[in-house]
């Protein structure tokens, strides 16, 4: 083999070894980080690292994004109803951007009704907050209890159809 060939094969192999991890195969992937505030929340989901990383990720792969707020003492029994529902989890993997954050952001944005959690917000691809995809609760527009699941589950779907209908 020449020195030209072989180096084209080892930058072949460098490519699909970068590229792999971001095949999106439900159930099938290394998550990208070990954060303890992630775990339990959906194991197999690819979960960005910061506010910045999220919106970029979600303009550039045209998907929107769910910001998920919490405590590491406060939503676990969200966190058990959420890894349990394998269709929230399925869709997350397939169609979203996540953020899982355990701390308040300076965008004032991602807080329109305040800053208290749990509270899961949804923002399109054109870094738009969507204030219109609500929870159940007037006073807390944003929170989801465990029994809100199929709530959340209607509200990731009607973000991916106003995402399509709006293209």
């Known amino acids: 083999m020449t020195r030209a060939a072989a180096s084209f094969v080892l930058v072949l192999v460098a490519l699909s070894c970068t590229f792999a991890k971001h095949v999106p195969k439900y159930?099938?992937?290394?998550p990208e980080t070990c954060s303890y505030c992630l775990a339990g929340w959906g194991d197999q989901l690819i979960w960005v690292q910061?506010?910045?990383?999220?919106?970029?990720?979600s303009r550039?792969?045209?998907?929107?994004?769910m910001v998920?707020?919490?405590?590491?003492d406060c939503a676990q029994s969200l966190k058990q109803a959420f890894a349990k529902n394998k269709e929230i989890q399925m869709i997350l993997d397939k169609d979203f951007v996540v953020l899982n954050l355990m701390y308040e952001i300076t965008d004032d944005n991602l807080s329109p009704d305040g800053q208290y959690v749990p509270r899961i917000i949804f923002v399109d691809p054109s870094t738009t907050v969507r204030g219109d995809i609500i929870g159940p609760y007037s006073d807390r527009m944003y929170t989801y209890e465990p029994t809100d699941i199929?709530?959340?589950?209607?509200?990731?779907?009607?973000?991916?159809?106003?995402l399509e209908f709006e293209i």
């Open 27 to 30: 159930g099938q992937r290394i």
């Open 50 to 57: 910061t506010y910045e990383e999220a919106l970029y990720r």
């Open 60 to 65: 550039s792969r045209n998907k929107p994004l």
């Open 68 to 72: 998920l707020f919490h405590r590491e």
């Open 150 to 162: 199929d709530e959340l589950l209607k509200n990731m779907k009607k973000a991916k159809n106003l």
